[in-house]
Structure formats: C-alpha cells, structure tokens
C-alpha cells in the first residue's frame, strides 16, 4: 500500500488529469500546505480515459474479492507487492490514496502503511521490529496504552523495556544495551508535554544501528518532519489531527526505505486493513489540516497566554510558552504549535478539579483530541511514570482546544476558575 509517488508504472502519464508530481523533477519542492492538498490525487485513482475528465477526490472503492481476467493475470498480480488491486485487505486507490499522501508529507519516506488505530500503529510498529531478547528504550512520557504495550505483549515475548527519562537528550548513549535494538520517542510527551532533544538521539541511534520510532500525533509532519530529523519510522494517531473531526479512528506508519518492507511484512501477516470509506474520511481531514492546525495552535496559545496570567494556576506546560522547559528545543526543532496542551491547578485537591472541569460548558469531557471541538480531561501521569517521578502535588487537567472563538473558551474557564 501507498508506496511514493513514482514508485510503480502505469500509463499515468497518458492521463489528461494532470496534479503536479515528483517523479516529474528531481526534487519535489512543493510546500506541506500544497502537499495536503495534492496528496493521493493520482490520475489513474480519480480518472478514467474511457470516461474523460478527472474527480477532485479519490472515489471510494469499496472491495474484498478482486476480479482477474484470466489465470495469467491472475498469477502476475500476486506478484506484485503494492498499489495494484489484488485481494481486499492490500487495499484500494481510496486507501493508496491516503497513505500517498501522508508518504508525501515525510521528506525521504518510501511509504506509509495505514492501521485501524492509532494504537494498532504503536503495536504493530514495535512487533515489526522487536523480536525475543531485544531491549527497547522507551520514553516514561509515552501515550498510556503504548506502555501497556510494551509491559504486556512484548514482555510476554521476551523483549525487555527500560523507560528513560524524556529530557536524556545525548545521555541515551549510557543507556543502550548491546541487546539495544529499537528507541521509541514522543513529543511532546503524553499529558505531561516534555520535549525531547530528537536530534540529539537519533544521532546517537544512528552511530550505533539502532532504529527509532517516534510517536508524531502531535505535531504530524505539518510541525515536525520526523524523517528528516533522523526518526526511521513516524507513527501518527489519525484519529487526532489528521481526521479532526472527531469521527474516526486511524492510524499510521511511515518510514525509510530500509525499514518499510519489515512493516509490510508484519502488516501482511498481522490482517490489519483499514475501510475505503474511513480512508476517505482522513482524506478529506488532511485538506484542510494545514488551515485548521494553525487555528488550533493560535487559539490553543490565547487560552494559555491566559490561564499563565491566573492566580489559581500553578504551571502551564505548553512549550510555545517562553517560560517552559521545553521551549529551546520546541523553538528550534518544530514549525509551530498545535492545541493540545495541560496546566496545575495550584494547591486544590482533587475535588475542586472535579468542580472546575464540571462547571465548564464549552469543553466536552471525553478522551482523544485534535478534532473541531474543544475537550478537557483530568489526566494523572504520576500514576504512570516508572523512569522519573512525577513529582508535582497540583492537579493537573489536559485541553484540546478546538475552532470555537478563544473569547469563549477563556469565558468558559474563567466560569470554571470561580468554581474551585
Ligand atoms: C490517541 C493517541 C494514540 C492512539 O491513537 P488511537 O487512534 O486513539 O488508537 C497514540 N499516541 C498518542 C500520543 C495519542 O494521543
């Protein structure tokens, strides 16, 4: 599925529909935004010379059973590994479509193999490439469900998992093992929004041929381009930004040339497919995701701004703010903020952190983020952390700030700030 563009032949090229692509010149210089909105429209998957013209968007190709014309044709296609209808579960150009798109906004990717969720991403990356005896790095400010991941199926397997301290930067070296075969980062950590110094460790990884996978859902490649700065396998949660409208779960892998067949070959023999229509759901997500991302992290820093200047606030972690700890790294490493973000209610106990979320009006209470609507969530990652304690008392709450107007979301908390 979703090899880049240029990667498989056809008779494109005799196609009238014309969107500009790579293979046509040397380097592709297209710009993210233009990328999201070219992405996956390939010619031969939203155009028929028999019927003329061309569709804007990939059609939704619903399939299980494929149709051959023959046994020869049969045989010669189950050969092919991609792109090329062949049973069902390989996909459609609906899904292509989208994987070729999001292969697009990760310079230097061969391809992206797309998940029924973000989770089956995390899980299905890590079984692609640890086998019994490894060791794995992974970093304590990981998303909750990948630790169980790790500390469940993979220690059943035999695979061992220290969790590091997100800040280690270039102090990963003394933790590798010569068993030491993967490091898996995120950032900004989950609830906690600790930057890590990602060049700095896959420098290190590099030197010492060791893999890394980076949990992107975040920033996606519109803030930070993972492959560039030297991750092998970007996952992302398309349930989050990319989909953002809070009604479909996805997720996705993207990665180097040397790695991706590993992850197709896990994927073949783990099944997971994703629908056409989902696929075609996140497609349409990820055209305007350029334009909602950049309301997102604006209206997301107004409500920050804000609550930094409130009394009952204790911290803000968000590291677009100049005062956060991560804000060196965050400044010189991504293009810009997305609106997911936390802060401490200062010196409340629990009960006035129920007071306060219930009194909001504004702010839907519910799990995930990234999509249209405003959310806020208790989060509790003291409960979690194994490698560093986390070691303030304050309770903390975690916003996903959506596209209403900031007026109002501000309007909203300060309601709720009365209230504690
Ligand atoms: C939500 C989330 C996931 C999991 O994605 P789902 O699509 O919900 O399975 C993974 N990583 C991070 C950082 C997330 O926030």
């Not at 310079?107 to 079984?127: F, I, M």
């Not at 509790?380 to 008392?393: E, G, H, L, M, N």
Request: net charge negative; proline share 7%.
């Amino acid at each position: 599925m979703g090899r880049r563009r240029g990667d498989t032949e056809g008779d494109r090229r005799s196609l009238t529909h014309k969107v500009a692509s790579p293979e046509d010149s040397e380097k592709d210089d297209r710009r993210p935004a233009t990328k999201l909105v070219q992405g996956g429209r390939r010619p031969e998957w939203t155009s028929d010379p028999r019927l003329g013209g061309g569709i804007v968007n990939p059609p939704v190709w619903r399939a299980s059973t494929i149709l051959y014309d023959n046994i020869a044709d049969l045989k010669a296609r189950g050969h092919a590994t991609h792109d090329q209808l062949y049973y069902g579960r390989r996909g459609t150009p609906t899904v292509w479509a989208l994987a070729d798109a999001l292969t697009d906004m990760e310079p230097g990717a061969e391809g992206t193999l797309l998940y029924p969720s973000g989770v089956a991403a995390n899980s299905a990356g890590l079984l692609a490439l640890l086998s019994p005896g490894d060791h794995l790095l992974m970093v304590d400010s990981a998303y909750e469900p990948t630790r169980a991941f790790c500390n469940g199926m993979l220690a059943r397997m035999g695979v061992r998992t220290t969790y590091y301290d997100p800040l280690v930067g270039a102090g990963i070296a003394d933790l590798i093992e010569p068993e030491t075969k993967l490091i898996f980062l995120e950032s900004p950590g989950s609830l906690t929004f600790e930057v890590q110094d990602i060049p700095a460790i896959t420098a290190i990884a590099r030197a010492r041929g060791i893999l890394t996978m980076l949990d992107n859902t975040w920033a996606t490649p519109l803030l930070f381009q993972a492959l560039p700065h030297g991750i092998d396998v970007a996952m992302m949660s398309l349930t989050k930004y990319a989909g953002g409208h809070s009604d479909v779960m996805m997720g996705s892998l993207t990665a180097t040339r040397a790695v991706w067949p590993r992850l197709r070959q896990a994927a073949y023999q783990l099944g997971q497919a994703v629908s056409p229509d989902d696929s075609a759901m996140v497609l349409r997500g990820l055209r305007t995701l350029d334009v909602r991302m950049a309301r997102h992290g604006e209206n997301g820093l107004a409500v920050a701004r804000w609550l930094a200047t409130r009394p009952e606030v204790g911290r803000v972690l968000h590291p677009a703010l100049p005062g956060d700890p991560g804000h060196a790294i965050w400044s010189r490493d991504f293009q810009g903020t997305s609106g997911l973000f936390g802060f401490t209610l200062k010196a409340v106990d629990e009960a006035a952190r129920t007071r306060f979320i219930d009194t909001l009006t504004h702010f839907g209470i519910g799990f995930s983020w990234g999509g249209y609507e405003s959310l806020v969530v208790p989060s509790d990652p003291a409960k979690i952390r194994s490698a560093v304690a986390w070691a303030d008392p304050d309770p903390l709450v975690r916003l996903s700030i959506g596209l209403e107007d900031p007026a109002d979301l501000i309007a909203d908390l300060e309601r709720g700030l009365a209230a504690l």
